[in-house]
Structures are given as structure tokens and as C-alpha cells.
């Protein structure tokens, strides 16, 4: 079970219009249709536009394909363990540099949660894979349950 504490004022879906890097946007479109704030990135310098101002940011963002297709991580930031597994990703301004830039900036939120989930492959699917999907679900119904029970009465 993934773990946090309370219902994050903004979650964002770093990604792209193709196959499993969709993974993030349509988790967070679920999300916007349960009552989320939500908002969608292509690259870190769109993400560091979103998150300034706010307390509590999860990001959601495929992982590249590393043998276990649909696997969630969850990591706060800051994160050796983000740094070694995605690096410079595949957004331009990636994950990793936009929040080093935030921190040096003073603008990163005072909580951001990552999660991923690991791609099936990388390249230019038209569909989300099988595992994916059924991660996008899994993640969806975690962070609801999480934020419902921090949040008693919220969705």
C-alpha cells in the first residue's frame, strides 16, 4: 500500500500523447473525475509553471521499461533513488531538473509525491498497455482511499 498522509492540493500527469507515457495524464484525468485538481505537463518547465505556490504536488509519470511492466514507485522528493531511475527522462526539461531547479529557486512545493509506473515499452504506441492500465486503476483508487481517509467527508 502506498503511503501518505494527506489529499494533495494539485496532482499533475507529466507525459505525452503516446502509448504508456500517457500513463501520468490519464491517471490524472480519473483523478479530475473524482474531484482532484488536476493539471497535465509535457516537460519540466510546464510542470514548474503548475506547482509554484502550492504546498502538496503529486506527479504522475511513466517510467521506462525496466522488466516489470505496471510497476508503482512512490518517492518523495527529494530522491537519489528518482535521480538514478529516471534522470533526464524524455520531457525536454526533465522531472529530475525541474525540481532541482525548484529547490534552488525557492518554488517547489514543501511536499511533492511521485509516483510511477513503469512503461511496457518505450516508442510511439498508439494504446496503453494491459500492465499500465491496470496500474493507472491501482494508483487511482490508492490515492483516493489515501486522500479520503485524511480527508473524512471528501470524495
Known sequence: ????????????????????????????????????????????????????????VVVIDAAMPAGSPGRITALDWPSDRLVESIGGGTHGLGLVQALRMADVLADRPRRVRIYTIEALAAGELDALSTPVEQAIECLVEQIKNIASASHPGSR
Do not use: C, Q, Y
Open 1 to 56: 500500500m502506498i503511503e501518505h498522509s494527506s489529499r494533495p492540493e494539485l496532482v499533475v500527469g507529466l507525459g505525452s500523447p503516446r502509448g504508456d507515457d500517457r500513463a501520468g495524464w490519464v491517471a490524472a484525468k480519473r483523478l479530475e473525475s473524482l474531484g482532484f485538481e488536476v493539471a497535465t505537463a509535457r516537460n519540466g518547465s510546464e510542470l514548474l509553471r503548475l506547482v509554484e505556490d502550492r504546498a502538496f
